[in-house]
């Protein structure tokens, strides 16, 4: 069985600074891993998604997410912050199936 | 780009009654599935389907039944609502590949009162 665990459910930082979002799985399979972002009234959009081959993953908006099969983790960062980068953020796993496995969710609030 | 289209924004419903929520894509996914999203529980899944008249259980389906009549389709049912239900429903739907992005609806935002 799959499972998602997203560290911290609020994170607060100033605009112009890093963002790491911390998000760690479970899987007795090679993993598929997703970051989805959800701004308020709407529903989730894809940021970016880890496969197989290259384990930094660029996303749009200028967020990436490294996979380290080691530490079970995939954690999403943006050297940046944009106060349009304020959302609710969630990590996702699947293995070998269409189901995904969603995180609890990091709202993400950026400060001027 | 892939639509998916909630039917209601916000819907408002008594205890007892029987809930639809219809959701519709114009981008002929094989697969659709409805979530609920609760704060602190992040998304959970109630039901998925594959194909036409095809549906399985998810993680949550007690007290939820779904239709899937035509591809572009799907509607999630209440069969009698209760105060527990009250929850954003997020539909999905996406190709039939194992990685493939799941694209979400705007919600609906149900009150069960």
């Not at chain 1, 660029?58 to 967020?63: A, L, R, V």
């Not at chain 1, 490294?66 to 050297?79: N, V």
Request: aromatic share 12%; net charge positive; proline share 4%.
């Amino acid at each position: 069985a799959q499972s998602v665990t997203q560290l911290g459910s609020h994170v607060s930082v100033s605009e112009g600074a890093l963002v790491l979002l911390r998000c760690n799985y479970s899987s007795s399979v090679p993993p598929y891993l997703f970051w989805y972002v959800q701004y308020p009234n709407q529903g989730l959009q894809l940021l970016l998604k880890y496969t197989t081959g290259a384990t930094l993953v660029k996303g749009i908006n200028g967020f990436e997410a490294e996979f380290k099969k080691s530490e079970t983790s995939f954690h999403l960062t943006k050297p940046s912050a944009h106060m349009s980068d304020a959302a609710e953020y969630f990590c996702a796993v699947s293995a070998y199936t269409d189901k995904l496995i969603f995180g609890t969710g990091t709202r993400l609030q950026v400060f001027p | 780009d892939v639509k998916v289209t909630q039917s209601s924004r916000y819907l408002v419903k008594r205890t007892g009654e029987k809930v639809f929520l219809e959701c519709v894509q114009d981008m002929d996914h094989e697969n659709m599935f409805w979530y609920r999203q609760d704060p602190g529980l992040g998304l959970r899944l109630i039901y998925f389907s594959y194909d036409v008249k095809m549906k399985e259980k998810g993680d949550i389906p007690e007290g939820y039944s779904v239709s899937r009549e035509k591809k572009e389709r799907f509607s999630l049912i209440l069969e009698s609502a209760s105060t527990n239900q009250t929850s954003m429903y997020l539909c999905a739907s996406s190709l039939v590949r194992i990685n493939s992005p799941l694209h979400f609806g705007n919600g609906t935002r149900l009150t069960v009162t």
